[in-house]
């Protein structure tokens, strides 16, 4: 997540508008975008894109209720002709957050609950991993990513498995933070679908999926926008997912993420995010109807976490705060609110600046790049009188050097294979069922002379172990955007005792050990 900053300024439209509990309004006097909105657009993006290795990206632009921009650029489909349009289906992945803080936030405005009421008057059953936390924690916190646990903790066990959303909220009491509650900030996308868990509790059976559509997307238009990630890849003008993370750009396995919907399973176009926008824009109004109360879409930008309050070295922002899905921070004086999506092969951005009126979306299907933020900066800099800096460029270095350590990381692996070196136990003991608290079990049996493991809960996720030396084996995923990593066993005399895995922390940081059963 990037780290925003600013200069201070002179109170603005916004900042009185939160004062007064009035609606934002344009400032007195906006500022005009600079020539690169209309002379360079088109052809930076484009260098961007070849650069980052970019099969396709659409983008749109909407200024003062009207959209400005609205177009695709490259394919849909590395070595097939379909463009990319303004039609064009992405998975938005965490930028689904913002539409279950919404939604969360309308039902208390239409008094079917209150954000602060505690999660265990919807949820009787719920859990963390201590009961004081547990008694305390509230509709508010699970969405402010309150628990003191690690950013992303748990995912490798819920991401693209067939756990149901009430096993998932279930498993959250297994999930033990290292930090505190209500005041260490660690990204929790169960959080999420806990929120999610909440709208049947509240509204008498209408699940998150419906009362999304019923609600935000039928009102707003986004025809187009889907709740879930099922058959996605049958529906026509869609942007198949790459990646070149641990080697040349391939294409990858579409998500299958419906079980955790509520923090990430949304598909649209740049489109319908334009209707989102507006909605945004005019304070909770579209096309001149009220859909929800002012003060309740502004308690989705409240600060609700406080992240950071230091300066960027790189950026115009000082502060950066997290609302009901939503980040907030300033940068070149103006109050920005954004979110950002990665899913498998696909990663996107959605920021909008009331105060300016700005409202910006970029979806873009190679997940290993960061072209799709520095645009998004490139877009801002222009309305909000920063001058020129080439934010890609600025990018690119770095993650190059990235790239080159993950490559070599990878090629040595190979190397340590290749050497083809004795084991030190027959391959059969390394073999049987391993546990971990949280994950469940995992199956390691012999396929010739390989390892192969099969992993509960996720049926379509297999990973093969070539031996290297000491305890080590290369494991090699069969979704080649969990990556490569070693293996580490650790053996009790002539048998395998545990294992440690992990996975490219894109899904989870922390490697997961697993014991023998």
Not at 25 to 51: C, H, K, N, V, W
Not at 266 to 279: C, E, G, I, P, Q
Not at 297 to 310: A, M
Not at 471 to 498: C, H, L, M, W
Request: proline share 5%; aromatic share 12%; net charge positive.
């Amino acid at each position: 997540m990037p780290t925003l900053f600013s200069r201070l300024t002179a109170l603005s439209a916004l900042s009185l508008s939160l004062l007064t509990g009035g609606a934002p309004a344009a400032t007195a006097q906006q500022r005009t975008p600079s020539r690169f909105m209309t002379d360079s657009l088109d052809r930076y993006i484009e260098r961007g894109m070849r650069q980052w290795q970019i099969p396709g990206l659409a983008v749109v632009v909407v200024k003062n209720g009207q959209v400005v921009v609205s177009k695709g650029y490259g394919v849909r489909a590395v070595g097939k002709p379909e463009p990319v349009d303004a039609n064009t289906l992405f998975m938005i992945a965490s930028n689904t957050k913002l539409f279950t803080g919404t939604a969360l936030a309308k039902l208390e405005d239409d008094k079917k609950l209150s954000l602060d009421d505690r999660v265990t008057k919807y949820l009787p059953g719920f859990r963390l991993y201590d009961s004081v936390s547990t008694r305390l924690v509230t509709v508010r916190d699970l969405m402010g990513h309150h628990f003191g646990t690690k950013t992303f903790q748990g995912d490798f066990t819920f991401w693209d498995s067939d756990l149901s959303r009430a096993e998932v909220v279930n498993r959250m009491r297994l999930l033990k933070p290292n930090g505190q509650f209500r005041k260490d900030y660690g990204y929790c996308n169960a959080g999420f679908v806990a929120a999610g868990q909440v709208i049947p509790a509240a509204t008498g059976g209408t699940t998150w999926d419906d009362y999304v559509q019923q609600n935000l997307l039928q009102p707003l238009g986004m025809t187009s926008t889907y709740t879930g990630t099922a058959g996605f890849g049958q529906r026509p003008n869609i942007a198949l997912p790459y990646s070149n993370t641990f080697g040349p750009l391939a294409l990858m396995p579409f998500d299958h993420i419906d079980n955790i919907g509520p923090c990430g399973s949304m598909v649209s176009n740049v489109t319908d995010l334009a209707k989102w926008l507006r909605f945004q824009l005019d304070s909770g109004r579209y096309e001149g109807k009220r859909l929800m109360s002012w003060a309740s879409l502004r308690k989705t930008r409240d600060p609700n976490t406080l992240l950071s309050t230091r300066k960027s070295g790189m950026l115009p922002t000082h502060y950066m705060t997290y609302g009901l899905g939503v980040f907030t921070a300033d940068y070149a004086g103006s109050q920005v609110f954004w979110h950002t999506g990665g899913a498998t092969g696909q990663v996107s951005n959605v920021c909008f600046v009331p105060e300016e009126q700005l409202g910006i979306a970029i979806l873009t299907n190679n997940d290993n790049q960061s072209f799709f933020e520095a645009l998004r900066y490139q877009i801002l800099d222009s309305y909000l009188g920063v001058p020129y800096v080439n934010r890609s460029a600025a990018y690119l270095q770095g993650a190059k050097t990235g790239d080159r350590e993950t490559y070599t990381a990878v090629a040595k692996l190979q190397k340590r294979v290749d050497q083809k070196k004795k084991l030190p136990l027959t391959l059969d003991a390394y073999t049987g069922q391993f546990t971990h608290p949280l994950f469940g079990p995992i199956t390691i049996a012999k396929k010739g002379k390989q390892l192969v493991v099969s992993f509960s809960n996720h049926p379509n996720l297999t990973a093969t172990l070539d031996y290297m030396d000491g305890q080590e084996f290369r494991a090699t995923y069969s979704n080649p955007s969990y990556g490569i990593f070693p293996a580490i066993f650790k053996v009790d005399g002539q048998q395998a005792a545990s294992v440690e895995m992990r996975i490219n922390p894109f899904i989870e940081y922390d490697s997961y050990l697993f014991s023998r059963l």
